[in-house]
């Protein structure tokens, strides 16, 4: 299952810049070199601008991961207590918990009391 919202922006933290960056430069891509406007990226960067999730998409692509990639590795940024193991697997048991629920919920309105 898989959700995306249009037209939302992201909720910025120092961190979303700074992943953006380590990704950008692990990847040895440059600003000017990254196929958007260099300032807007710059900007990204140092948290001087909100992504929208349409462009994170767009970054994302360019950088050749997937969006959460670089969700995960900000949230890593803020978090001491979380590793990447951990972090996944506390996505993935609430993913799980929400379909559950969602499946029960299903059920709940086709077979009514």
């Known amino acids: 299952m898989f959700f995306i919202c249009q ?3 992201v909720k910025h933290t120092p961190s979303f810049g700074t992943a953006l ?3 950008r430069r692990a990847k040895g891509i440059s600003q000017e070199g990254f196929g958007i406007n260099q300032t807007n990226i710059s900007k990204l960067e ?3 601008k909100t992504p929208s999730w349409d462009r994170v998409g767009q970054i ?3 950088l050749g991961v997937h969006p959460l ?3 995960t590795l900000s949230y890593l940024g ?4 979380l590793g990447v193991e951990e972090l996944l697997r506390l996505v993935r ?3 799980q918990e929400l379909e559950c629920s969602a499946h029960a919920e299903i059920r709940t309105k086709s077979n009514p009391v």
């Open 7 to 9: 037209g939302l922006n």
């Open 21 to 23: 960056r380590s990704l």
């Open 46 to 48: 140092l948290g001087k």
């Open 60 to 62: 994302a692509d360019h």
């Open 69 to 71: 990639t670089i969700f």
């Open 78 to 81: 803020e978090s001491e207590e």
């Open 93 to 95: 048991s609430e993913i």
